[in-house]
């Protein structure tokens, strides 16, 4: 009765992991209702604000020089601002970010340009300390629910070190939000601006020619908008980051609750063949001492 004995208290281990694995499912579907209800209510407003800066960069032509438009090739250091989760049990989600991260870092290296690493999250930073990376900074302020003024200013960190040319680029690598299904890492350029956004190269976008006419002129129009787009788009990021990261601990719980599901039915079987084992013998042995009786 020892193996049968065993595979009960197994199978009640399993069974509170279950409940555990369930619990945090829900827990994540409702957080990720919550983070697509915001992903989605901010993405119009940083696509079409990235469309009109676009559209009136176009526009204005050769007389829009601003800083934040202009590529610095002489500069040998760039930014990569890395998205990471600050809790695990969500699945290659880390893993996922952190091997677009190290591709773009040795592509730097290659190149002869060094990277000032912005780590966000605890996971990436214990996976850089245990890397024994630099990390010029370690951003574990910004929670589940980003909020804009605690990104505005990292943003206005960056744009600072890039206007006063001691950055060539700055890059974001994130959890890219499509859909509930589809989610990739992305590595976004943010500083250099350019002439084009993710609007202006759909389909539907394509070959429209808006004329604008300026008031106040282009140059200190796009002196307010060029900030607010970086740091629009900075935001997007981190909302992008937070409604994948719920995504995928909701996927990742769920399979470990089916899984949790078909090895408490495995064993179940395994009891029961060992009980009934445990009976038969048990039978054998009480037929065996009567028939030595006789």
Do not use: W
């Not at 193996?3 to 279950?18: L, Y």
């Not at 600072?160 to 939000?177: E, K, P, S, T, W």
């Not at 994948?244 to 395994?270: C, N, P």
């Amino acid at each position: 009765m020892a193996n049968a004995r065993v595979i009960v208290k197994r199978r009640k281990s399993v069974r509170n992991i279950r409940k555990i694995t369930r619990t945090m499912q829900l827990i994540s579907t409702a957080r990720f209702q919550a983070a697509f209800t915001r992903a989605m209510a901010t993405k119009p407003y940083s696509e079409r604000l990235a469309r009109l800066v676009a559209d009136l960069s176009a526009a204005a032509g050769e007389e829009v020089r601003h800083p934040l438009m202009q590529p610095r090739p002489d500069v040998k250091r760039s930014a990569l601002v890395v998205l990471t989760s600050g809790r695990g049990l969500c699945g290659g989600y880390n893993t996922a970010v952190l091997r677009t991260a190290l591709a773009h870092l040795d592509a730097e290296t290659a190149a002869g340009r060094e990277v000032d690493v912005y780590m966000s999250g605890r996971k990436g930073i214990n996976y850089f300390r245990f890397l024994r990376r630099p990390m010029h900074e370690r951003i574990t302020h910004i929670s589940d629910v980003p909020r804009f003024d605690a990104v505005e200013q990292i943003a206005n960190g960056l744009m600072q070190r890039f206007r006063q040319d001691q950055l060539a680029a700055i890059h974001v690598a994130y959890m890219r939000f499509y859909s509930a299904g589809r989610q990739r890492p992305y590595l976004l350029q943010l500083l250099p601006l350019t002439q084009e956004s993710d609007d202006a190269a759909r389909p539907e976008a394509a070959g429209t020619n808006v004329q604008y006419e300026f008031s106040p002129p282009p140059k200190e129009l796009l002196e307010d908008l060029l900030p607010a787009t970086v740091r629009v788009r900075l935001f997007q990021c981190f909302i992008d980051a937070a409604v994948s990261e719920q995504t995928a601990r909701m996927v990742a719980m769920k399979a470990a609750t089916e899984a949790a599901g078909d090895m408490i039915t495995s064993l179940t079987r395994r009891y029961n063949r060992a009980r009934q084992t445990q009976i038969t013998m048990e039978l054998l042995d009480i037929v065996g001492g009567a028939n030595a009786l006789q």
